[in-house]
């Protein structure tokens, strides 16, 4: 199973059919010795030969039995010249064939006494071994006296017997437990899958989340205790790990300003400008951490808003910042509001985070174009080298830079696709005919137009 370890329900079935194998030879060792125990030399008559006879009688006209032999008592005959039968009705109607031995005549008259009978000549003739039985034909209930023919040996019949009683019900046991033992195991563990269905969706953001024990086995329950109580630990660390970079972004902010100033007052020169960039990466890295934080910990407000009204207001804020830096900027969208139920306020930051990224790695020329598509989508594309596709899959991962000598701290791009989820949509890099192109696609209420 390439390494893997079998499932629980295979394991339970395995063990079931070995255990029924093991029983299976037990019995057929004893049931050998009671084999080679038996007389190989003696004989019964065979259940066949009463069958056959059975068969065999039927009523005439007037009620009486008589043989009208098939093809199997035929044979029988055929093969066995000194076979005999005496048969008798319910209503007391007899019928008769070959030369029955005396004790026969005597016996079928105690008929109503007995239910079954083997017996065997303890002489060396063959005309004293019959069997005495009950079976039902053409004509009715019979009882049957038949012998002198039809035989089989004791090693056989008891061949026949150990098939019977335990061949046969071991391999039905068998294919029953291949059947019915795994479905049957998987419907007792439904509630652990379900758990680890639980477990499978449990991710950065699932922090406070417990794995229910109820309806579990026994055995089981401990084990997810431990997990909870593991989970919890967690939850308690990574809460202790952002309380820390919150407090520690917050203590950073003074004496960043204060190096800010000293910066400032030093003479002009390439060293100002390399301190300058530090300064401005540092103070980007806190604002941006302190940005998430407060994303994380804060509850989105669910207002009824234009994303034409939120995208204009943020290129008009952002028109002079972007001109500064070489760029123009544009904004293409439908004449109709497009409507989102969502968080100004992140939503806002989102696009913020958007175009300065633009900004930032657009080589500083050419048009950033903004477009809403009455989907609610929205595309951000510049006239920069772009994105390899290799580094697409990287880019909204925390503290991700494709240039490390850049003012990013590499928070932006996953603050936006954090509040992009949060409002039940997406983002990602599609190809464009140039530079780099982020579409946003955001969930419209229901009753927008869509393309």
């Known amino acids: 199973m390439s390494g893997r370890a079998q499932t629980l329900r295979w394991r339970i079935t395995r063990g079931l059919i070995l255990f029924q194998i093991v029983a299976f030879v037990v019995l057929s060792v004893i049931m050998l010795g009671l084999v080679f125990h038996a007389s190989f030399s003696g004989v019964i008559v065979s259940g066949e030969a009463g069958r ?130 795994p479905a049957f195991v998987r419907r007792s563990l439904a509630s652990i899958l379900d758990v680890s269905r639980q477990v499978a969706q449990i991710d950065y953001d699932s922090r406070g989340r417990q794995l229910p024990s109820n309806d579990l086995p026994d055995e089981i329950v401990p084990i997810i205790e431990g997990m909870n109580e593991a989970l919890s630990r967690l939850d308690a660390g990574i809460e202790a790990t952002e309380q820390f970079f919150m407090n520690a972004a917050h203590e950073l902010r003074t004496p960043i300003a204060i190096a800010q100033l000293r910066i400032d007052a030093l003479p002009d020169g390439p060293d100002r400008d390399n301190l300058r960039q530090i300064i401005r990466r540092l103070s980007a890295m806190a604002h941006q951490l302190l940005e998430i934080e407060r994303f ?135 190809d464009g005919s140039f530079g780099a192109t982020f579409r946003i696609r955001l969930p419209v209420q229901h009753g927008q137009s869509t393309p």
Request: proline content about 6%.
């Open 296 to 430: 994380r910990q804060g509850s989105l407000t669910h207002d009824r808003l234009d994303l034409g009204e939120i995208l204009s207001g943020v290129v008009a804020d952002l028109a002079p910042y972007a001109v500064a830096r070489g760029y123009d900027l544009s904004l293409d969208k439908p004449e109709q509001p497009v409507r989102i139920t969502g968080d100004r306020e992140s939503l806002d930051r989102m696009i913020i985070n958007v175009l300065q990224n633009a900004v930032q790695h657009g080589d500083g020329r050419g048009t950033i174009a903004v477009r809403l598509y009455p989907s609610g989508i929205i595309e951000v594309q510049d006239e920069g080298p772009g994105i390899p596709l290799e580094d697409r899959s990287h880019v909204f991962e925390p503290f991700y830079r494709r240039n490390p000598h850049g003012a990013g701290a590499g928070l932006g791009l996953k603050m936006v696709r954090d509040i992009a989820q949060a409002h039940g949509g997406d983002v990602a890099i599609v």
């Open 52 to 181: 056959a006879v059975a068969a065999s009688i039927v009523r005439n006209d007037d009620g009486a039995l008589v043989v009208r032999p098939t093809e199997s008592l035929q044979a029988i005959r055929e093969a066995s010249p000194a076979f005999w039968f005496i048969v008798e009705a319910e209503d007391g109607a007899r019928a008769m064939s070959g030369a029955p031995p005396a004790f026969a005549l005597n016996m079928i008259d105690d008929a109503p006494r007995l239910k079954a009978m083997d017996m065997r000549s303890a002489k060396d003739d063959p005309s004293l071994t019959a069997k005495f039985e009950r079976r039902s034909g053409p004509a009715g209930e019979l009882v049957l006296l038949v012998g002198g023919g039809a035989f089989i040996s004791d090693f056989k019949a008891t061949l026949l017997l150990a098939l019977m009683v335990i061949v046969v019900p071991v391999t039905v046991l068998i294919l029953l437990t291949l059947a019915i033992v």
